[in-house]
């Protein structure tokens, strides 16, 4: 069975984990099994098992050190995804479809923020990484091809241009807002569909907050992210706290603030909707209105509007306050400023796994997959 690996794979030592899974486990990491599953994906695509086994499950367990059930998982995925076929007695084999040379198949993005949000950035640089281990070749969409779309441009014309370069499937982040940019993101999402491109969205649905569309989504538990920053704030020692957004009425703030107030009602405090306040950091009426309600905790809706308000904030007060955003963007760390961080590359990988089981003929029923965003704490909650 070792000839299935090339001596780059091969372990230091038959009783020691794969140095791979060792260095990559644990905390913010990938389970064993998906490691194990990238591995042997990359192989299948690039053609390495000629004859078309894959690896058994003792040669996995022996090569990598895992158990039997992590192997198995792996094997599992692959299957999963169309990669493999399992026969009873004799193994896994290369699904004929998985390999060899095929026409490219493109996949394109289209993201309103993407020149804006460097979580956007980050989340298509991990698409693209990942899409090439699944034979697609990533497009990307600029935001003037959004804008267009998002107002009076013709769908129908953006489906027929993504049709004539064959473009299968696209990575949509609708429009933040609700009303008739809400309408235009299910149109866009729908003609889309009709015109056999698959949609994976990401960040956000299409529909308002508790509802679901029947399209594969993937981003961030919104609900267990805004109980956590109200969480942290509390355990800090915080009673009057407050949720502060920006004006705009975007769904995934109605999720986060639905989490906050759990936060508050888990422990007895009053959770009215006056507690929320929407408005522009840059006015700085909205900003002493806030000041008025008097908290001595403040959780944002992302960090920018943190970054922002709490300038203003310094120049009209000198009364302290914690405060936590969410994003975890490169400023925060500078600044100090507490953040929940979303695991970007894991979205973006997620995403590209889903969009190649879509292209591969998957008729599972559309999957929401939920991510936990990492509570980082600094100086703006910890006071320090």
């Not at 940019?181 to 649905?205: M, P």
Request: proline share 5%; glycine share 10%.
């Amino acid at each position: 069975m070792d000839n299935f690996f090339n001596a780059a794979d091969a372990p230091d030592a038959p009783a020691r984990r794969h140095p791979r899974l060792q260095e990559t486990e644990g905390a913010g990491g990938k389970p064993p099994y998906r490691l194990v599953a990238d591995k042997l994906r990359e192989r299948i695509l690039a053609g390495r098992f000629e004859d078309g086994k894959v690896p058994s499950e003792r040669a996995l367990i022996r090569h990598y050190g895992v158990s039997r059930s992590t192997a198995a998982k792996a094997l599992a995925t692959l299957e999963s995804e169309g990669l493999v076929v399992r026969r009873r007695g004799a193994g896994a084999f290369v699904r004929p479809a998985a390999s060899g040379p095929s026409d490219t198949a493109f996949v394109a993005t289209l993201i309103a923020d993407m020149d804006v949000r460097e979580f956007f950035s980050a989340v298509c640089g991990s698409i693209a990484d990942r899409a090439r281990s699944y034979g697609l070749s990533l497009v990307w969409g600029a935001r003037r091809e959004f804008e267009e779309l998002a107002g009076n441009g013709s769908i129908e014309a953006y489906v027929a241009r993504c049709q004539a370069a064959n473009i299968r499937g696209v990575f949509f982040v609708p429009q933040d807002s609700p009303g008739d940019a809400g309408r235009r993101n299910r149109e866009i999402a729908e003609k889309l569909r009709r015109g056999g491109i698959a949609v994976v969205l990401i960040d956000r649905d299409i529909v308002p907050f508790p509802q679901r569309s029947d399209f594969d989504f993937v981003g961030i538990d919104n609900v267990q992210a805004g109980y956590r920053q109200g969480a942290h704030l509390l355990e800090r020692g915080c009673r009057r706290l407050v949720y502060v957004s920006h004006a705009k009425q975007v769904w995934t703030v109605d999720a986060r603030f639905a989490g906050f107030r759990n936060a508050l009602e888990e422990r007895g405090l009053p959770a009215e909707t006056e507690a929320f306040f929407r408005g522009d950091p840059a006015d700085d009426g909205f900003v002493r209105a806030v000041m008025r309600a008097r908290p001595d905790g403040i959780v944002f809706v992302h960090d920018d509007m943190a970054i922002a308000f709490m300038g203003a904030w310094a120049r009209l007060s000198r009364r302290k306050v914690r405060y936590i955003g969410l994003d975890d963007i490169s400023h925060c760390r500078y600044l100090g400023i507490s953040s929940m961080r979303q695991p970007a590359r894991f979205i973006g990988e997620e995403a590209a796994r889903l969009m190649a089981m879509r292209l591969g003929h998957d008729t599972m029923p559309p999957r929401q997959v939920l991510f936990s965003a990492e509570l980082v704490p600094r100086r703006s909650s910890l006071g320090e």
